[in-house]
């Protein structure tokens, strides 16, 4: 990593000591100077957020309560300020783009009575931390975040789906987009969440840094333009679902969400701000602001694609063994992974019993040594599904046996919970599985807080309403509106289990949700462009190898679109309309389009080409009947192009587009 730290004192940065009724003021500016944060502190420590001068969110009363009755935050007495610019170089491994600047103003206000508040300032957004420094432990009761918004601006929040208990669930759901005035209050929201400021920008709010303290909830306020943040207590006692031997939250601490050393660091909390949408995709800011990586050497870590078995339900046909999780069938999978250059399989739930809660003990009829093996003839890697707190408590045994065996990695499920000790969680399975060599996909968890910085070899998280959510939701949950919502909210927080791959494709009046048969909403080019637009260095081809094999061309396509690429730009689109991303690997360009089930055509200018190269093209995209056949599709070779030249992308409802742009020596 390259680092560049340039220490010094801002020139915008203003104290004005007034008379004693009125508070003192701070003023931070980004880079560029047109974000400010102006600092309030009186009886409250509070900050506003502007751009431009026109005011983007405002929180008048920022603080940490303490059990013991203390208040960080109120009547705050500032002992020191320091200020600093940053401008740097981090690498970042598997991400959208390899290496990202982290350029920020910061301005560090340590307070009397032992704690502080960290405030950066980007030209894309603004972060706080609170940070405490005491001798002894101390248990937080709340937290305080109530951020309001300069008048009744469009929102986008993703409701709890348990009424019943809101903090317990998949932290999966669309985006309801509405005024705040007409927001749920009798509901929590789950980061990331988005208002509009009507003729200035949108600011999206998410977490970083999340360790050992619990993750956020939203309570919308209808009534004076803004949310109130909710925090899971510390649990208290744990209840147990036979099912999978998954634990969860029975009782939690009324007055108690956290037990911290009395010196640390607490999770920054994130307003990015974009005044086009398609500065939103790629906004660094959850990633820069995590801690570095605590793994040395990741050579061993490789991205890829993976032949998955769950939501096709091993549905194999034309074969002359009876599909399912035996030896058999998982050895079919790789034969097939291996012809289409995919790097892995998965054997999801079953190939332990799940009710014993003991991956150690594989089930009879799958000899998985023996097709661990056979996977590492073909040069296929195998990865294994377990839960996250069954794998926590046999953690040793299991990475030890697994990494002696050659198995690649874990894909870990059902969190269903961000209370501190499920978050401790991760960080616990994260370290022991990098220092085991084995990479992990997060799925069943909360919205990424940059972990992924942490520890590189997570290479995914679900967290994301993806593709398995069809084999059961209606058609009202519009899946093609989410494929081009969540680029721009969820996605700016890290990469996406979705899923996408999809052989069987439906319109918006054919489609219905099928169980051992799923079918896509939309059609099948914009499952192949999920592969280009949503971030996702392990991702799945969700359907059955016998349903590719019918259909090579089009599988040795998605097949040979990268995982990660080296360099990733959002070309166009809307929130909630359409995408368009160009990502570069090498020489070469691929370029996806995504939209609602409204059809399109999309005009697409080249110039993000370099001047004087050529480049031949080829285009997946909607045939001409894929209005009514969603699987219509065609692949075409339209010759050489370049910078000057602009690409037609005509999408049909609930379609897609990819183009590949191969480089001309």
């Not at 208040?71 to 002992?79: D, M, S, W």
């Not at 030209?123 to 937290?143: H, P």
């Not at 911290?260 to 920054?268: E, L, N, S, V, Y």
């Not at 052989?503 to 280009?532: I, L």
Request: proline fraction near 6%.
């Amino acid at each position: 990593m390259r680092k560049t730290l340039l220490f010094w004192t801002l020139g915008t940065l203003l104290l004005a000591t007034s008379a004693a009724a009125k508070p003192k003021e701070i003023k931070l500016s980004s880079p560029d100077g047109r974000i400010a944060v102006d600092f309030s502190l009186g009886q409250t420590l509070g900050y506003s957020v502007s751009l431009d001068g026109k005011t983007l969110v405002s929180d008048p009363a920022i603080a940490l309560r303490l059990q013991d009755g203390t208040v960080l935050g109120q009547n705050p007495r500032l002992a020191k300020q320091k200020t600093r610019e940053a401008d740097e170089t981090v690498e970042a491994p598997f991400q959208r783009n390899p290496q990202m600047r982290n350029h920020y103003n910061e301005l560090d206000l340590k307070m009397k009575g032992g704690y502080g508040v960290i405030f950066r300032a980007y030209d894309n957004g603004v972060a706080y931390r609170f940070y405490t420094q005491m001798k002894d432990s101390i248990v937080i009761a709340a937290e305080d975040l109530n951020p309001t918004f300069p008048a009744d601006c469009k929102s986008w929040l993703a409701y709890s789906t348990n009424p019943k208990k809101p903090m317990a669930m998949a932290f999966q759901n669309y985006f309801t987009e509405a005024p705040l005035s007409q927001a749920d209050a009798q509901q929590l929201a789950f980061p990331p969440f988005a208002v509009e400021i009507g003729g200035a920008a949108k600011v999206v709010f998410a977490e970083s840094d999340l360790e050992a303290y619990p993750g956020l909830f939203f309570r919308p306020q209808p009534g004076r333009h803004g949310v109130q943040g909710v925090f899971p207590g510390y649990p208290e006692k744990m209840g147990v679902y036979p099912g999978r031997v998954q634990d969860y939250v029975e009782t939690a601490a009324e007055n108690c969400i956290a037990r911290c050393a009395g010196t640390r660091q607490f999770p920054w909390r994130v307003w990015a701000i974009a005044e086009e949408d398609t500065e939103l995709p790629a906004n660094n800011l959850v990633y820069l602001l995590a801690s570095p990586s605590r793994v040395g050497d990741i050579s061993w870590v490789k991205p890829g694609k993976v032949a998955w078995d769950w939501w096709n339900d091993w549905g194999l046909s034309g074969v002359d063994f009876k599909a399912g999780i035996n030896t058999e069938t998982y050895k079919y999978y790789i034969d097939f992974a291996a012809r289409y250059g995919l790097e892995y399989i998965v054997l999801d739930e079953g190939w332990y019993n799940p009710r014993s809660g003991d991956m150690l003990t594989v089930i009879p009829g799958l000899d998985l040594e023996k097709v661990v093996a056979y996977g590492r003839e073909k040069g296929v890697g195998v990865v294994l599904w377990t839960v996250f707190n069954v794998i926590d408590r046999q953690l040793e045994a299991a990475c030890r046996k697994y990494s002696e065996m050659g198995v690649k990695g874990f894909k870990i499920d059902f969190l269903d919970r961000c209370d501190q000790p499920a978050v401790e969680r991760l960080y616990r399975i994260a370290e022991a599985t990098a220092r085991h060599r084995l990479f992990v996909d997060y799925h069943g968890v909360f919205t990424p807080t940059g972990l992924q910085r942490t520890y590189p070899h997570i290479l995914n998280f679900e967290g994301v309403f993806g593709q398995e959510e069809v084999k059961w939701e209606p058609v009202e949950k519009d899946i093609p509106r989410y494929d081009v919502t969540f680029p721009y909210l969820r996605m700016m927080c890290g990469p996406v289990d979705y899923t996408p791959g999809a052989m069987r494709n439906a319109t918006k009046q054919d489609w219905r949700p099928m169980y051992y048969t799923p079918q896509s909403m939309g059609t099948r080019a914009h499952q192949a462009a999920c592969y280009v637009v949503f971030d996702s260095p392990f991702t799945m081809l969700c359907d059955a190898p016998t349903e590719y094999e019918r259909e090579p061309e089009y599988t040795k396509f998605i097949a040979s679109i990268p995982t990660v690429f080296d360099e990733t730009r959002i070309l166009a689109g809307r929130m909630g309309e359409s995408i368009v991303t160009a990502r570069r690997k090498g020489s070469d360009w691929y370029v996806g389009a995504l939209t609602n089930w409204d059809g399109r055509t999309l005009q697409v200018p080249l110039s993000f080409l370099p001047e004087g190269k050529t480049y031949e093209a080829e285009y997946l995209e909607d045939g001409i009947n894929a209005g009514k056949r969603a699987n219509d599709y065609k692949i075409t070779r339209t010759g050489h192009v370049n910078s000057t030249g602009t690409a037609t992308l005509k999408l049909a409802s609930g379609g897609g587009a990819v183009l590949k742009l191969r480089a001309v020596e």
